[in-house]
C-alpha cells in the first residue's frame, strides 16, 4: 500500500537525519525506543496481512468470475431446454388428448361389436367379407322365396354392419398404435426436457448459492483489509509522532553538546590566554633579571677599566657592545 510505503519512508527518514540519541542520556528515551519498535512490528504485521488479504482477495474474485461464467452457460442451456419444452409440451398434450379420444372411440366401437366375439371376429374379416359376397350372389342368382330372401337380405345387412364395424376397429387400431408409439417417443422426450430442466435448476441453484457465499466472503475480506489499512495508517501517525518527539531529544542533546563544545573551546582559549600571559611575564622576568646582571656586570667592567686594569674581550663586549640581549 502507498500509505505504508509512505509512513515507512517518513519514520525512516526522520530518524536519518537526527542523530541517534543515546538511551541512557533521557529517562524518557528508552521507554519511546521501545514504543516505536512496537508500533513498527505491529505496521509490519498489517502491512503483511494486507498482502495476504489482497492474495484472498484475488482468488475469491477469479472464484467468482469462472463460477459466474458457468452460471452463464447453465442458464443458456436452460433457456434452450425452456424453449424446446415450450414447443414440445403443447404437441404432447395435444397428442395424449388425442389418444384418449381415440382409446374412448375403440371402446365404443367394441362396445358395437361385442366384448365376448369382438376379438375373433377381427381376424376373420376375410371370412365375412366372402360370406357377404355369396349372400349377394344367391339373392342374385338363386330362385328364393320372399321369406328366404328377406332372411338372407337382413343377413347381409347384418354381416355388412359387422364388417364395417370391424374394418373401422381395425383402422383405429392401427392409428392408435401409431398414435401410441408417437405418444411414447414424445413422452420420452419431454421426460428428458423435464431431468435437464431439474438438473441445470439445481446446478443453478448451488451456484448461486456458492457465488452468494463468495461475495460475502468478498466482502468480508474488504472490510478485514480497512481495518489493516486503517492499523497500518494509525501506526504510521504514531511514528511521526515518536520521531518528532525523538528529533527533538535529538536536538536538546545536540544542542547540549555544541554548547559544551562552545564552553571547553572557551576554556582552552582561556587558558592558553593565561599561558601566554604566564610566559610573557616570566619572560619580562627573565629579561630583567638578565638585564640585572649585565648592567652589574658591566659596571664592574667599567671599574676595572677606570683603575686601568687589563679588559677581556667579553669585558670589551660588555662596555662597547649593545645593551644586555641574550
Known sequence: ???TATANNNS???SDISVAPNPDSDPNLKTLLEFKKSVQEEQKAADKKIEEINSRL???KKQIDEERMQLDELRAKLKGVNEEKDTDYP????????LIDAKNQMKSLDDKVGQAKSRKDRSEISGLTKALEQIERDIQTKKLSKDEERKLVARSKEIATKLHTLKLVHKKEGQYREMSSQYDELKARINRIFRQKEE???KIGKLKESIEGLVNTRESLYEERRQAIHTVREAAAKLEMIETQLNAIAFKKNRMAQAET???KQKEMEERR????QAMQERVRRDKEYQDRWNTLKEAAMKKMSSGEKLTFDEMKLIFGDSGQE
Open 200 to 202: 441445470f435448476g439445481n
Open 262 to 264: 562552545r564552553h571547553k
Open 1 to 3: 500500500m502507498s500509505t
Open 58 to 60: 484475488e482468488a475469491v
Open 12 to 14: 525512516n527518514s526522520s
Open 91 to 98: 404437441k404432447f398434450v395435444e397428442l395424449r388428448n388425442s
Open 274 to 277: 593565561v599561558e601566554r600571559h
